[in-house]
């Protein structure tokens, strides 16, 4: 796809891969919305990046519904949804309740697919359109303390799939990145960034993944791709 003047949302824009994915798309020339749940974060971020704000909760599906509304009406239209919005959770096997299931899976899977639902007749009715759904290396293997939050990511890239088989026959790409550890906001409490060590992954090498992705022509399109820290150790 040809960035210059494209109509992209991206939900999670407030910090980490979604800001910085957001930031590098608009100075490719892209119309960006970003989507947050605090006001503040959400502000900055999109001072700082040159997107536009809307402040949403991808678990509500009111404010989804309100999400397009307002993207819909500042841009008129869309060409490419970026499923960012996730939350993290370690928990051990044996202390995993099923308030920790609904309050993760709410976010990190049924927001998505909510999301993308609704996203679904625009892109048909143009017969074109991009999803990138942004999952995590904890959806291809399992790992200690990781029942839910890979449980979702799991669950994210089955989603991808099914969708990839429904929906190439509109020409409509779907995208599944599958980030290794990245130093982001994710599982924090007080959602303050962590820095990353000199070795580790950054959200400008994901930002870069899902710009990569992206522009090839739309033609073909990569269903997968895991970004790994080269040497992590």
Avoid at 8 to 36: D, F, M, P, Q, R
Wanted: hydrophobic content about 40%; glycine content about 12%; overall charge neutral.
């Amino acid at each position: 796809m040809k960035f210059e003047n494209a109509k992209i949302l991206i939900t999670g824009g407030s910090l980490g891969i979604g800001k910085a994915t957001a930031k590098l798309l608009v100075e490719c020339g892209a119309k960006v919305g970003i989507t947050g749940r605090d006001r503040g974060r959400l502000k900055t971020a999109a001072s700082e990046t040159g997107a536009f704000p809307i402040v949403a909760d991808v678990s509500q599906p009111n404010d989804i519904d309100r999400t397009y509304d307002v993207f819909l009406g500042e841009f008129g239209g869309l060409d490419c949804l970026i499923n960012n919005a996730g939350i993290g959770l370690r928990r051990g096997a044996e202390e995993v309740t099923l308030k920790d299931f609904e309050a993760v899976f709410k976010v990190n899977v049924y927001g998505a697919a909510l999301m993308t639902a609704r996203a679904l007749p625009l892109f048909i009715e143009q017969n074109r359109g991009n999803i990138v759904n942004i999952g995590s290396t904890a959806g291809l293997k399992g790992y200690e303390g990781g029942t839910v939050y890979g449980a979702t990511k799991f669950a994210l890239r089955g989603m991808t799939q099914c969708w990839q088989s429904e929906l190439r026959k509109h020409n409509v790409r779907v995208f599944l990145i599958n980030p290794s550890e990245v130093a982001t906001a994710i599982g924090s409490s007080d959602r303050v960034e962590r820095e990353a060590a000199p070795n580790r992954l950054r959200s400008h090498e994901i930002a870069h993944a899902i710009k990569s992705v992206l522009e090839m022509d739309d033609r073909g399109f990569i269903p997968e791709l895991a970004v790994w820290a080269t040497n992590p150790w």
